[in-house]
Structures are given as C-alpha cells and as structure tokens.
C-alpha cells in the first residue's frame, strides 16, 4: 500500500476558498463544512461570556477561530481561544495567526461521527502535544462541558459539567458562567 506524503500549510494555501474549513493534524487533511446554527450560537455565547470577563480582568484576548500553526503538518483553526496577554505577544507571527499555543482552547462539537471523532482524539492529542494548558469540548445536543487539563504529559480529563453546573477554571481566575446560558 502507497503511502500518501503528508500534506503542509503550503498545501492549505493551494485549496479554493469555498467556504470549507480545511485543517491539517499530523499532515492528514481535514475538512468540515459551515457550522450549523446551534453552534455558532454555542460559540457566540461562550466568547461572550469570555469576552465580559476578560475586559474586567484584562488578562488575554478571546477571538473566533483563529489560525493557530504549530507546525508545518499542525495547521487549524479551533473554534475559539482565550490567550493571555504576556503569551500572546510570542505566539503572533507575520503573518497574524498563532504559531505557539493559547492556554485555552475550545471545541464545539459539530453534528457527525467524523466531526466528533476529529474534537475528541486528534485535536485532543495534538493540543495536549503542543502545550494548551485547558481543552473544553463543548457538546451542545448532550448540554455539557468536558473539560481537559494538562497534567504535564498530555490533556486529561479534568471535568465534565452538565446543564446547572458553573463553568469555572483556575485557568481564569474570576470567571463563572452557568453552562446553559452559554449553550443553546
């Protein structure tokens, strides 16, 4: 059986604007197509949420679906990331995308056994790999957070909340939301 080469950022620039999100884990292509309403909204919420406790704090920044390389064979774009400000500074390249990791990154998990798999085993691997601190998986038909913590090998499962739990994290001190009011 051929092995096929593995693909680059390079190679991402080259596909057509189509209006798919195209991401490399390891050099394997992935590709989703436009999120649906419910996790738009999901994303929105969650950002927001952030977004109000970081302008109290002024610790970081909160943006959607921001180009984040790690390397070559590592190029995607999660959902959304919380980074602080002393970190964001090093990981901003030329070319506006993060090339080191933010301390937070959030999945909101998209309808698809295919979808599910990417968020919960290969993104799951790739950020523990490459140093997020804090992985939430937002499953927004189950109204729940997984959270993952880095434990200095990897991401771990540290907490999964349901509906009524608060959303809360040593991550970032201050902050608390009810997981229901940022899901739809």
């Known amino acids: 059986m051929e092995t096929l080469p593995k693909l680059t950022s390079t190679d991402l620039e080259l596909l057509p604007e189509d209006g798919k999100l195209y991401e490399l884990i390891e050099g394997?292509?992935?590709?989703?197509?436009?999120?649906?309403?419910?996790?738009?909204?999901s994303c929105l919420r969650l950002g927001r949420?952030?977004?109000e406790w970081n302008e109290q704090t002024g610790m970081g920044v909160v943006n959607a679906a921001p180009g984040v390389i790690f390397a070559e064979d590592d190029d995607v774009a999660p959902d959304l990331v919380w980074i602080s400000n002393a970190k964001l500074s090093e990981a901003l390249g030329d070319d506006r995308k993060l090339h080191s990791a933010p301390e937070l990154v959030i999945e909101v998990l998209s309808p698809g056994f295919s979808n599910q798999q990417r968020d919960r085993q290969a993104k799951l691997k790739l950020y523990g790999r490459r140093g997020v601190q804090?992985?939430?998986?937002?499953?927004?038909?189950?109204?729940?957070?997984?959270m993952y913590r880095?434990?200095?090998?990897g991401l771990c499962l540290w907490a999964t909340l349901r509906r009524e739990d608060?959303?809360?994290s040593p991550l970032l001190p201050g902050f608390s939301c009810k997981v229901n009011r940022a899901l739809l």
């Open 134 to 146: 804090e992985y939430w998986i937002v499953n927004g038909q189950e109204r729940e957070v997984e």
């Open 28 to 41: 394997e292509l992935y590709v989703s197509r436009q999120p649906s309403w419910d996790h738009q909204y």
């Open 166 to 168: 608060l959303l809360e």
């Open 49 to 51: 949420f952030l977004d």
């Open 150 to 153: 880095h434990d200095g090998t």
